[in-house]
C-alpha cells in the first residue's frame, strides 16, 4: 500500500473543466439532448461512446466514478449500481439463465447467500463448496456451469479462497470468474491478477468508506473472453467482443432493472475514495493489533483475522495481499457472557454494516446470519457465539482498552 496511490487517488477524478472545481459536479438532469437527432440515434445504438441519453444509464458523475475503479481494478469498464447487492444481483441475473450452473463458496455474505436461494427458485443450479481448496471447485463443476464466484475474504469467517487456483481452473475451463472485492478493496487486491472476468465491489463499504452512502459496481478487468460465452444476447452480439459483458449488465441491469447509482451518491463516493489507502491502512494496522491481543486473551477462545499465524490462510493473505484489512471476528470461552461482553463496550457501535469510521460490532448468528437458521450456520463454519468486527479509525490502545475492561468485568 504505497503513497503514490494515496497521490493517484486524491487526483484520479480529475475536477469540474468548466469552471475549475476542484472536485467532480453533481450532474443531476435526468434527460441529455442533441442538437442533431442523428447523435441522439447514435447514442441509443451505441455508437457514440461516452454520451448520455437518459440518467438511468448513467450520468457524466457515476462515469467519473466508473473511470477511477475501473483504473484501480486495472479492468476495461465499470457500471456503478444504487448498492452492493443490485451491483451483484444485476451481474447474475443478467448473465445466467434456467438450466445453467453455478459454483461458489460455502462461506458468502448472508445477503449473496439469500440472493443465490431466490436464483436457485428461478431454475439456476448452485453448488456451495469450500473454496479455499480449488480441487473442490473442480469436482464441483458440471457441463452446464456458466460462472464460479467467490469473496477475497469471506464474512465474517475471514476464510480466503484459493484465487490462484480457481483462476486457473476457470481459464483451463474458459468459465467465468467472479470476485467480490469489497473487503481488500482494490488497494489490497486486484482480482484480475487471479484471472477474474469481473469484479464486484460494495462502494458502500471499503471505498466509500463513511457509513453514508450506498453504492456498487462491477468491473470487467478484461480477462474473459465474452465471443464464448452462450447468454450474450443476439442483439449485443456486434463489434468488439469485450465490450459484450458490460453491454448486457448495464443494458439489463441499469435501463431494464433500475439498479442506478444517483449522482449525489457517486459524488459522495469519489470524495470517500480520495481517502482510501490512508482508511484502509489505518484499520488495517489497529484490526491486527487488536486481533493479537484479543488472541492472548483468557476470555477469547479464538480469534479470525488472515494475518494473524494461526490463521489457515495466512500466508495467502500475507503473500496477495499485505493485509488482513478492517475485518475480524472472535469467539469467547464463556458464550453466556456474549451480550454482556458486547453491552460493556464503549468505543464500538452495536449495529450492522461494515468499513465504516467507527469500529462496528454485531453478534453474527442472532443477528445477520439469523435468518438461515442454525444447520446453515454450521456448514458455514459460523459458531453460534461468532462476534464481528468491523475496525474503524479509533487509536488501537483505545479499542484494546476498551475490550480489556469489558472482558474482565
Request: with cysteine; aromatic share 6%; glycine share 10%.
Amino acid at each position: 500500500m504505497s503513497d503514490a496511490l494515496s497521490t493517484r487517488l486524491v487526483h484520479a477524478a480529475g475536477g469540474d473543466r468548466q469552471f475549475g472545481g476542484v472536485h467532480v459536479p453533481i450532474h443531476a438532469s435526468v434527460q441529455y439532448s442533441y442538437e442533431n437527432v442523428d447523435d441522439l440515434i447514435a447514442v441509443f445504438q451505441g455508437k457514440a461512446k461516452g454520451s448520455f441519453n437518459y440518467a438511468r444509464q448513467g450520468t457524466p458523475t457515476t462515469a467519473a466514478l466508473e473511470a477511477v475503479i475501473t483504473e484501480l481494478e486495472g479492468g476495461v469498464g465499470t457500471i456503478s449500481f444504487s448498492t452492493g447487492m443490485a451491483a451483484l444481483s444485476a451481474l447474475f441475473l443478467t448473465l445466467l439463465k434456467a438450466g445453467d450452473h453455478l459454483v461458489t463458496s460455502s462461506r458468502v455474505f448472508g445477503n449473496t447467500n439469500s440472493f443465490f436461494q431466490t436464483l436457485e427458485g428461478l431454475g439456476v443450479a448452485i453448488s456451495r463448496v469450500d473454496a479455499s481448496d480449488a480441487a473442490q471447485v473442480r469436482a464441483a463443476l458440471r457441463p452446464e456451469t456458466r460462472i464460479v464466484f467467490v469473496e477475497t475474504i469471506a464474512n465474517p469467517s475471514t476464510r480466503i479462497p484459493d484465487l490462484e487456483g480457481i483462476g486457473a481452473l476457470c481459464r483451463e475451463r474458459g468459465l467465468l470468474y467472479v470476485v467480490d472485492n469489497t473487503v481488500t478493496s482494490p488497494v489490497l487486491c486486484q482480482p484480475k491478477r487471479f484471472g477474474a472476468g469481473l469484479v464486484m465491489n460494495s462502494l458502500t463499504k471499503t471505498l466509500a468508506g463513511h457509513g453514508e452512502v450506498l453504492g456498487g459496481a462491477v468491473t470487467d478487468t478484461g480477462a474473459f473472453d465474452w465471443s464464448t460465452y452462450p447468454n450474450i444476447f443476439p442483439a449485443y452480439r456486434q463489434g468488439d467482443a469485450r465490450g459484450w459483458g458490460l453491454q448486457q449488465i448495464r443494458k439489463k441491469g441499469l435501463r431494464d432493472m433500475g439498479a442506478t447509482l444517483s449522482s449525489e451518491a457517486a459524488h459522495r463516493v469519489l470524495i470517500g475514495m480520495e481517502t482510501l489507502a490512508l482508511r484502509l491502512r489505518h484499520s488495517s494496522a489497529t484490526a491486527l493489533a487488536l486481533a493479537r491481543h484479543l488472541a492472548a486473551h483468557p476470555a477469547v477462545e479464538r480469534v479470525h483475522y488472515p494475518l494473524l499465524e494461526t490463521h489457515p490462510e495466512h500466508a495467502r493473505a500475507r503473500d496477495w495481499f499485505g493485509s488482513g484489512s478492517w475485518m475480524m471476528s472472535f469467539e469467547l470461552r464463556d458464550t453466556e457472557r456474549l451480550v454482556e461482553v458486547i453491552n460493556r463496550l464503549r468505543l464500538p457501535l452495536k449495529a450492522t454494516g461494515l468499513a465504516d469510521t467507527r469500529t462496528l460490532i454485531i453478534p453474527v448468528a442472532p443477528t445477520i446470519f439469523w435468518e438461515m437458521g442454525r444447520d446453515a450456520r454450521a456448514a458455514m463454519g459460523i459458531a453460534e457465539g461468532l462476534v464481528r468486527l468491523s475496525v474503524g479509525l479509533e487509536a488501537a490502545e483505545d479499542l484494546i482498552a476498551d475490550f480489556d475492561q469489558a472482558l474482565a468485568a
